[in-house]
């Protein structure tokens, strides 16, 4: 039978191309205009947020940051700050930062917190205060300069926001400095501000922030914190002329180039539909009903046989029945898969036993040894992991224990951590002396690291008859030792770089005396970077916490003790890194405490 209607669909797709490039011409139209007047408002909130978010990090980067502000603010007067010097031209500064160390040599700046600073006398408070004011100062004459903001400055709100107490102004090389208009306000600077202010800094007080849009500029405030009735502010004044020509230019730029391109793409879209669409629609039939009839497609055929439409649709709803077979095909290939993945999965949990069953994992460790015990545990974050424990006897007199965690996971960590262990072991077992077994463990590695794969270490050698520990680190997390009868405590030792970043590296090492009854704790960062459903980290600080839960608990229940405040404090997060721990309890023989009298070994 004749079927009729064949230009009916190239009727219709030309009719819908022609409707659609008015409709979406002057739609394009109508969205530039409106994104235009609302961009630069867009596009100021972005870049204020930077602004004050880099502000916000650079003053709370000092832990005392809240105790500064009160005294800046009540010592205004009385203090000699030197302005707008970068940290190298800083003369003045840099004599006060001399003067304060020579005073307190273990005070350290930029992490001191505000137990440490109220422990100072006045003067070297004083001191403490001008020198962080004046880095400030620098720091945020370098956000103003790269953000080419007019004006950058952090304020105390007064009076219920009707004035405003100046704690800290940027500046631009050459500016004056003073309490006068235009001048960029010095500290302790008051000024009464206008009613567009008034209202902005109200406004961010209740939202958090807030931007004021006044004509070719734009005021935008943030609220960090309270000081008792009084709010403490970011602001900064942003001169909106060059970004609104910028923008109204790109706005007919866009908006020609948008009405022309669709108007082009259309009459393209239109040949190619009729010379590479509808045409070879027909060939494309015979070749599919060719395909077709070397399949089962009866009952396909009986589901289709309502659809009669009288266009190149009609045709093709036809040749739909080929599809079945593709389908079973595809079918057949998802199973092929399927399988091929639980092949993989057995291979990766054999991969997990072997990987397991190399670690020392028999306890007790050594029955016939009564003067120390140990417990150890590996959980990986996947099917292998790339942290690795191990303890072994140099000798009859000397234990080793290492700690260690691969860059990456997965097969790739494993492997390398299987190297690693193999190494470690073989150098330590050679007689050496902790640094020299990192030593020639990474000269081992950089040799044939083509990956350009690290591992960090922690090793220690435990001299069983006196009790001295000597360690080395290679860029590992802080260990955890207890006294007798005391609480866990981090050992801050120094770091070596990791093994395997660098050639020619020598490490050194450090001695600990472990009394009888003493402890050592040493684990993965998998332990302190746990981290909950809003990705706040479980930290060394409730790591020690555990510990000292029961400081007095063997080995075992100390570990048992960590992994259960870790799974109380991740609770449903998933476990996105590898957690190992392992534990030492030095009991020490009749000849420790003779060993001990002789004196105590030196603390890393």
Known sequence: MKKRGKHSLLLQVLILFSVSVLITGLFTLFTMQRRSDNGVKVQMEDVAAKVVEEVRESLTEYPAWKWLVRYWHTKAEELDIEYDVNYKTGKKTEEKCRLLMERHPDLVLHYADEAQILALPE???????????????????????????????????????????????????????????????TLGTMVTVSKSQEEAMRNATQNNSYIADAGKYVDYYEALDTLGENTLFVGLTYNLSDVLANIGKQTRQGTAYAVLLQILLSAILQTMTMLFLVRPIRKIQAAVHLYKETKDSVAVQENLASIRY?????????????????????????????????????????????QAAALPNKF???????????????????????????????????????????????????????????????????GQSADEVLTKANEAICANNRMEMFVTVWIGILEIS???????????????????????????????????????????????RLEPGS???????????????????????????ALNTNPGAPPEEAIANVRKAVEDFVQDAEQFDDMTMMCVEFRGSKNTAAGASAGDAPAP
């Open 123 to 185: 003067q070297d408070r004083k001191l403490y205060a001008e020198i962080v004011y004046s880095w400030m100062i620098t720091r945020m004459n370098e956000i103003k300069r790269s953000y080419k903001i007019d004006y950058l400055f952090v304020v105390l709100s007064k009076e219920k926001n009707r004035t405003q107490f100046f704690l800290l102004s940027a500046s631009d090389p050459g500016s004056v400095r003073g309490t006068r208009y235009e001048e960029v306000y």
């Open 310 to 354: 009288h266009n190149e649709i009609g045709d093709l709803s036809e040749e739909v029945v080929g599809m079945t077979r593709e389908i079973n095909e595809y079918v057949a290939w998802i199973e092929r898969i399927t399988a091929e993945k639980q092949r993989i999965g057995v291979e990766l949990e054999t991969a997990r036993k072997i």
């Open 364 to 430: 007790p460790a050594f029955p016939d040894r009564h003067e120390f015990d140990i417990y150890a545990t590996m959980e990986p974050a996947r099917e292998v992991g790339g942290d690795f424990y191990d303890y072994f006897l140099i000798d009859n007199d000397h234990l080793g224990l290492v700690m260690a965690d691969v860059s990456g996971k997965g097969v790739p960590a494993a492997l390398f951590m299987m190297t690693t262990k193999a190494i470690v072991q073989n150098c330590a077992m050679l």
């Open 466 to 512: 006196t009790g001295i520990l000597t360690a080395a680190n290679a860029g590992h997390e802080y260990p955890v030792i207890t006294k007798v009868d005391g609480n866990y405590e981090l050992v801050k030792d120094k770091h070596g770089i990791v093994i395997g970043g660098m050639e020619g590296l020598r490490y050194k090492s450090y001695e600990i």
């Open 519 to 545: 402890k050592l704790f040493v684990y993965t960062d998998g332990i302190p970077e746990a981290t909950d459903k809003d990705n706040n980290m479980f930290g060394t600080g409730r790591m020690v916490d």
